[in-house]
């Protein structure tokens, strides 16, 4: 029979330890043992322990001198100290430098069994964290965009493809998708990416203004124009020019756009000289293009110029096995910003933003989670920290909800068909929702003979 985990158990004592070895391993678990730190160091590199459970006071290497030299030989084990009474100062200590819990002798074996329970099951996270920010690299070379969705994924495929290309790409999805990030990653996977990306927001300026930005002028060319000034075509040559919601370019705007894209030559505006340029030009829209050709308020000639290749950016809505690995890049990101320690979400957060529908898109949600950060008075975020817009009506951080049921495993199996439910089948969102793995999942959905919840999608196997 498979073992439910490793514990290596290190203990100075040699009746406590052969004691707790064998009780553990009647509860299903495959056990080592260690007589002091020093040999507990040769058990780690060997038997590579989800779970350490160590004496606190031991002759020559103590539990927290393990812990520190333990952490250069793994960082998915979990480590819980045990200590007499009169040691408990030295337990906080411990909890300071890394263990996630501390048991205090003699041993309630109750207790004992609850934390192994979940020092393991923490384990089992951090293993799976890591698996996933392999598999995000593998698939992700830009590193910042975290797409696990197979549409945003053959999406950057298609980004990758086209970058080495000279073509023009047009870059379409609902705003705060991530274009400009999108854009980003073909100048930087492109012969281009020692030369400049010169970003331009088509929307933002009035006409004439947009026309100095894109072109440049001479000096005297119109009031304010005290000098010569460079456009982002010029900045751009030998480059890349992005120019985001490029639907908004003006009629007249337009012509002179297209006549840079068919003739690399333009003028400044006030002046006479043609002035020569190598830019590949990399637009975006949220809005329909083709339908602005048919409205007559965009020319069709530019848009087939633009439109060489098209990259369709999905909005967050159905690519939502995305949340959870966006909503963790977004925590770790603002909480070093903003110099919080902030270890994670509760799993009534992770549940709320799975229902949320996301109108605002990526965007939408790195400013909940940055508030949210911000807000944080407690070592994860709760529900507390998120605005009332995505907190579950009659929800409180401080009040879970209550489940009826008379057991544990009926509780389990309540919460595991529920969260497979709101997770549209998702084995792995279901997972990263409960803190537990897609394989035990599968395993609990086999033991409850078929009773899987009805719904859009059926379970689905992403671990396959």
């Known amino acids: 029979?498979?073992?439910?985990?490793?514990?290596?158990?290190?203990?100075?004592?040699?009746?406590?330890?052969?004691?707790?070895?064998?009780?553990?391993?009647e509860e299903g678990y495959a056990t080592e043992v260690a007589a002091d730190g020093f040999k507990a160091l040769g058990k780690i590199e060997?038997?590579?322990?989800?779970?350490?459970?160590?004496?606190?006071?031991m002759p020559g290497l103590d539990g927290i001198g393990l812990m520190q030299k333990a952490r250069e030989l793994?960082?998915?084990?979990?480590f819980v100290v045990m200590t007499a009474f009169g040691t408990i100062p030295n337990a906080v200590e411990a909890l300071q430098k890394g263990a996630y819990q501390y048991l205090t002798k003699p041993l309630d074996f109750p207790?004992?069994?609850?934390?192994?329970?979940?020092?393991?099951?923490?384990?089992?996270?951090?293993?799976?964290?890591?698996?996933?920010?392999?598999?995000?690299?593998?698939?992700?070379?830009?590193g910042e965009i975290v797409a696990t969705d197979p549409k945003m994924l053959e999406a950057l495929r298609l980004a990758e493809q086209v970058a080495t290309s000279k073509a023009t790409?047009?870059?379409?999805?609902?705003?705060?998708?991530?274009?400009?990030?999108?854009?980003?990653?073909?100048?930087?996977?492109?012969?281009?990416?020692?030369?400049?990306?010169?970003?331009?927001?088509?929307?933002?300026?009035?006409?004439?203004?947009?026309?100095?930005?894109?072109?440049?002028?001479?000096?005297?060319?119109?009031?304010?124009?005290?000098?010569?000034?460079?456009?982002?075509?010029?900045?751009?040559?030998?480059?890349?020019?992005?120019?985001?919601?490029?639907?908004?370019?003006?009629m007249p705007i337009q012509v002179k756009l297209l006549r840079v894209l068919q003739e690399r030559t333009f003028e400044r505006v006030g002046g006479n000289e043609s002035i020569q340029v190598d830019v590949r030009i990399v637009s975006a829209s949220n809005r329909d293009l083709l339908q602005r050709v048919k409205d007559g308020q965009f020319r069709e000639d530019l848009y087939y110029r633009l439109n060489v290749v098209t990259i369709q950016i999905p909005p967050l809505r159905d690519r939502q096995s995305d949340i959870a690995p966006l909503a963790s890049f977004f925590l770790a990101r603002y909480a070093d910003e903003n110099g919080k320690r902030v270890e994670g979400m509760t799993d009534e957060v992770?549940?709320?933003?799975?229902?949320?529908?996301?109108?605002?898109?990526?965007?939408?949600?790195?400013?909940?989670?940055?508030?949210?950060?911000?807000?944080?008075?407690?070592?994860?975020?709760?529900?507390?920290?998120?605005?009332?817009?995505?907190?579950?009506?009659?929800?409180?951080?401080?009040?879970?909800?209550?489940?009826?049921?008379?057991?544990?495993?009926?509780?389990?199996?309540?919460?595991?068909l529920k969260t497979l439910e709101a997770c549209r089948g998702s084995t792995s969102r279901a997972a990263a929702v409960l803190g537990i793995s897609p394989r035990k999942i599968q395993y609990k959905l086999r033991e409850y003979s078929g009773e899987v919840p009805a719904g859009p999608a059926s379970i689905r196997d992403d671990e396959a």
């Not at 029979?1 to 391993?25: F, K, P, Q, W």
């Not at 060997?46 to 006071?57: H, R």
């Not at 609850?114 to 992700?140: F, G, M, P």
């Open 1 to 25: 029979m498979r073992s439910r985990g490793r514990i290596l158990i290190v203990d100075d004592e040699a009746n406590a330890r052969a004691a707790l070895s064998e009780i553990l391993r």
């Open 46 to 57: 060997e038997f590579s322990p989800d779970v350490v459970l160590t004496d606190l006071k």
């Open 74 to 78: 793994t960082q998915h084990a979990t």
């Open 111 to 142: 207790q004992l069994a609850l934390v192994v329970e979940r020092a393991l099951e923490r384990s089992r996270l951090i293993s799976e964290n890591a698996r996933l920010k392999d598999k995000l690299r593998d698939k992700n070379p830009s």
């Open 169 to 250: 790409v047009l870059v379409v999805g609902e705003t705060g998708t991530g274009k400009e990030l999108v854009a980003e990653l073909i100048h930087r996977e492109s012969p281009r990416k020692n030369k400049p990306l010169v970003r331009l927001n088509c929307a933002a300026l009035s006409e004439s203004l947009l026309e100095s930005e894109l072109f440049g002028h001479e000096r005297g060319a119109f009031t304010g124009a005290v000098g010569k000034r460079e456009g982002r075509f010029e900045q751009a040559n030998g480059g890349t020019l992005f120019l985001d919601e490029v639907s908004e370019i003006p």
């Open 350 to 416: 992770l549940t709320a933003l799975c229902a949320h529908t996301w109108p605002g898109n990526v965007r939408e949600l790195e400013n909940v989670i940055e508030r949210a950060v911000v807000l944080c008075d407690a070592p994860k975020l709760e529900l507390r920290h998120l605005p009332s817009t995505l907190t579950p009506r009659g929800a409180s951080a401080d009040e879970p909800p209550r489940i009826p049921g008379a057991t544990i495993q009926e509780l389990e199996r309540y919460a595991i």
